[in-house]
């Protein structure tokens, strides 16, 4: 796991109560430990499930909560122990961002069972401060649970993951994207709509997946 000794100021939009509207929140992220990688986004999907989220739709939302996790960003910083990326790739964060390694799910590489999985957000990290999701300016991730993002995918900024797969499940469909020149429809989006596109997607009022261009974006009015 990443060092918890240091942090830093960002800001990203949360929702602060049930209404689920979002609005810029400035928080702190830990410093790079050694198996991290710092990611400045570019651009996070919006997913029904975030809707439910920020919303407490399932009771056990806990605020204020940065959702988003479809996200793309460039490695701007990583830990002195991460052999996967480098400062310059664009990659991309799911749902996932911690397990406990040691567990049945976990050695099989279906750590998306096991019991002390961390969601992106709305979760706890292993320093007890709550995990904030991808809209935002940046998010420090370690390495096991960020993902090469192929180049068919980057004129678009967008990619597509699924709620329950696997680090593993979801580097070979990313790959099988890659090989087959696979890439989404998307409506891009600045984070200025995304309260907007939240009621559109409430009211079925879309047709293609909304896009947050988040380093586009101006996070504070």
Avoid at 177 to 185: D, F, H, I, M
Avoid at 203 to 209: G, S
Wanted: charged share 25%; hydrophobic share 35%; net charge negative.
């Amino acid at each position: 796991m990443g060092s918890l000794e240091t942090e830093r100021k960002i800001v990203g939009w949360a929702a602060t109560d049930s209404t689920g509207h979002l609005a810029p929140y400035t928080y702190s992220l830990r410093d790079t430990g050694p198996e991290d990688v710092f990611i400045k986004v570019i651009s996070c999907g919006i997913c029904h499930t975030d809707i439910h989220q920020i919303k407490n739709d399932l009771g056990m939302s806990h605020y204020p909560m940065v959702p988003g996790h479809e996200v793309v960003g460039e490695v701007v910083e990583v830990g002195s122990d991460v052999t996967k990326f480098k400062v310059g790739e664009v990659v991309g964060v799911g749902v996932i961002v911690g397990s406990c390694r040691n567990c049945h799910p976990c050695k099989s590489e279906i750590e998306q069972y096991c019991n002390k999985r961390i969601w992106s957000y709305n979760d706890v990290y292993t320093d007890g401060k709550p995990t904030q999701g991808g809209f935002a300016e940046s998010m420090v991730v370690d390495q096991k649970f960020v993902f090469i993002t192929p180049m068919v995918m980057l004129g678009r900024k967008s990619i597509t993951g699924s709620f329950i797969g696997s680090i593993k499940e979801t580097e070979e469909m990313l790959e099988f994207c890659k090989e087959n020149g696979l890439a989404s429809t998307i409506e891009v989006i600045k984070m200025d709509y995304i309260n907007t596109a939240f009621e559109r997607l409430e009211k079925n009022d879309v047709r293609y997946r909304f896009v947050v261009d988040v380093a586009g974006s101006k996070l504070i009015p």
